[in-house]
């Protein structure tokens, strides 16, 4: 088996998901890390990874010729994301609604009468993280422009420069929303941060039933594992989800992660835990 591609989620934030995706990325030999939690990106902040380039992102906006435009209605009908609407003098169209879709477009009877333009929402940056000996991990980051709501489309481009020679770390945005359902998509397995808690077992059964409805194997790392109840160990014996690794809510860790010090360089035996976890997942792909 290859390389492969591994998004790590979470049914809700603050579970420690972005942790468990920066040190899985480091313990890796060759490994990429792509930061798709376009809205508030903070991998960077454990990776201190060395940018090397920035590219904008941008996507296509309807715009409409009023000599051509018959205000036939037949665009609005067919936007899903009421993105436009039809007044007595022109159609309306609203920039933060668009999807970019090209429907409107396609449905218009009117050649010529809808084209489109390029409309920035966000920005891409990638870079290296460099180690001692000479290894490095990739990095990659999409960062959403203020105002902008048009996440799934910076979440694409992101992946798009996912590099094949090397195992994929996605970094889902917290949730189960649209933009974590593209980051998950196509992955080869689907690793589910959370915490023994009851809004953690809820959260957990909701992306779970995601990944599954998108037909990617999952696996279960449980955080803060010496808290709360049994709730969540319970829920994955039921469903026969394995629970790949325990993280103990332990004061050394703590303290690491509030310098942005990766668990792998503040204590060795934790690179070893996550190398561990690496090959479970591959275990569980070829079982």
Request: net charge negative; with cysteine; charged share 20%.
């Amino acid at each position: 088996m290859g390389p492969l591609t591994i998004a790590v989620a979470s049914g809700k934030g603050g579970t420690g998901k972005t942790t468990v995706a920066t040190n899985l990325a480091l313990s890796l030999p060759n490994a990429q890390y792509i930061d798709c939690d376009v809205e508030t990106p903070n991998g960077h902040l454990f990776l201190h990874p060395d940018l090397r380039e920035r590219t904008t992102v941008s996507v296509p906006l309807p715009q409409m010729d009023p000599a051509l435009c018959t205000l036939c209605g037949e665009c609005a009908e067919a936007c899903e994301f009421n993105a436009l609407a039809v007044s007595r003098q022109r159609v309306l169209v609203f920039a933060e609604l668009c999807h970019g879709c090209g429907l409107c477009g396609y449905v218009c009877p009117e050649a010529g009468a809808i084209t489109e333009v390029e409309r920035e929402v966000g920005s891409l940056e990638q870079g290296e993280v460099q180690h001692a000996g000479g290894s490095r991990t990739g990095f990659c980051q999409g960062r959403l422009n203020l105002g902008e709501t048009a996440t799934v489309a910076l979440v694409k481009a992101a992946k798009q420069l996912a590099d094949p020679r090397r195992t994929r770390i996605l970094d889902a945005p917290a949730g189960t929303a649209c933009p974590m359902v593209e980051t998950v998509q196509g992955a080869d397995y689907c690793l589910l941060v959370t915490e023994p808690t009851p809004f953690g077992r809820n959260d957990l059964e909701l992306a779970v039933g995601v990944a599954r409805r998108l037909g990617v194997p999952c696996g279960v790392v449980l955080n803060r594992c010496d808290l709360g109840d049994a709730a969540v160990t319970d829920y994955c014996r039921a469903q026969a989800i394995p629970v790949l690794m325990e993280i103990p809510f332990a004061r050394g860790l703590a303290q690491a992660y509030a310098q942005g010090t990766p668990w792998i360089t503040a204590d060795p035996i934790w690179r070893t835990r996550f190398r561990t976890l690496s090959q479970a997942i591959r275990e569980a792909l070829d079982a």
